[in-house]
């Protein structure tokens, strides 16, 4: 049975791969370029969003961090999640799970600190005004050596009850989670919950290496897992969740389009895979428009639906009584 746009759009939903400066829309990127006297290299908005024509991964990393350079005061992190935040709603989330780089930011002299109290205020801000519960989720990144996350770290200690996890982003290719080994050994002794980006473009192997080496508790992307039977099948008996981003696998070519990916063969195989939007201001769509175009492309059916909704309760840190509040409003759609 086809379901409605009205009960897709109430269905509640989670999002758990999100990284906050993916939001930054060009709009909002021109207007902190002029609030801080910064020149752009295009000459407006269309132009920008014109050079959104990704071949891969990196094409994609390239814009993304030259666009973060306007991200420079607390205000304008708080501007960027608030504005996410109201998207978010629109669509039906009730639980975000959010990705930072402070790498991008502590690298041209921003604060560690003013980037999480501008991104901090906005989450609490948006708990009381959208009912959007929330974790976050500090990132590594992959390309720089893992002396630097262990400094980035170091600057996040006096920070930790404000950072509820830590995960690993950026260039896959030639950067494997062992790389990160020691580092994530250290977070995992601080208690800090683990994820890693892992078989977006990276193959299986590197999914392997998320799960033995980095002992993560879920896998960012992970759709290259397919082509390995065992890994599957770990994944599947490990309930590891999968944070699935489709409009930005098509996007980035993993996917020559949505009819071909395979988030129903993730379902079929018995994994727990969840829906979720990356970096949607560069991918052409928040996680409302990811579950709306998969649906129709894909013909997904009411079941499947409530699965993938389930799945990101389920996938979430959320506490197990908010889980099953949750689980029973999902039950009852
Ligand atoms: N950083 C932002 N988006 C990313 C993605 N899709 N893969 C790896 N790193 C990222
Ligand atoms: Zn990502």
């Known amino acids: 049975m086809r379901v409605s746009p009205d009960w897709l759009a109430r269905l509640p939903k989670t999002e758990l791969h999100l990284h906050i400066e993916g939001t930054l829309e060009p709009e909002l990127l021109f207007a902190l370029a002029e609030r801080h006297g910064v020149a752009l290299p295009y000459a407006d908005v269309d132009a920008l969003r014109a050079a959104y024509d990704f071949k891969d991964l990196q094409s994609f990393l390239d814009l993304y961090y030259a666009g973060a350079d306007v991200l420079r005061s607390e205000a304008d992190f708080h501007d960027l999640t608030r504005a996410y935040l109201a998207r978010a709603h629109a669509d039906g989330v009730v639980h975000v799970e959010i990705f930072f780089d402070p790498q991008t930011h502590t690298a041209r002299g921003v604060p560690f600190a003013t980037v999480l109290n501008g991104i901090r205020r906005a989450l609490t801000d948006g708990e009381r005004e959208f009912g959007i519960s929330h974790r976050l989720i500090l990132c590594f990144l992959r390309h720089l050596p893992e002396a630097d996350g262990f400094a980035t770290l170091e600057e996040a200690l006096p920070h930790l009850d404000r950072i509820d996890g830590v995960g690993l982003d950026s260039s896959e290719a030639g950067h494997p989670p062992q790389k990160f080994e020691r580092l994530f050994a250290r977070c995992r002794e601080l ?54 981003c489709p409009l930005s696998n098509v996007r980035l070519k993993v996917y020559p389009s949505l009819t071909r990916h395979p988030l129903r063969q993730l379902l079929q195989a018995g994994l727990v895979a969840t829906v979720n939007s990356d970096d949607p201001a560069y991918f052409g769509g928040y996680v409302g428009e990811n579950w709306r175009a998969c649906a129709e492309a894909l013909g997904l059916t009411r079941e499947e639906l409530l699965q993938l909704a389930r799945n990101g309760i389920d996938a979430s840190w959320l506490e197990p009584a908010a889980k099953a509040r949750w689980l029973a409003v999902i039950d009852g759609m």
């Open 191 to 244: 208690g800090l919950p683990c994820v890693a980006h892992a078989g977006e473009e990276g193959p299986p192997e590197y999914v392997w290496q998320a799960l033995n080496a980095l002992r993560v508790c879920r896998i960012d992307h992970g759709v290259r897992a397919l082509e390995d039977p065992v890994l599957v099948a770990e994944l599947a008996r490990r309930r590891i969740p999968l944070t699935v």
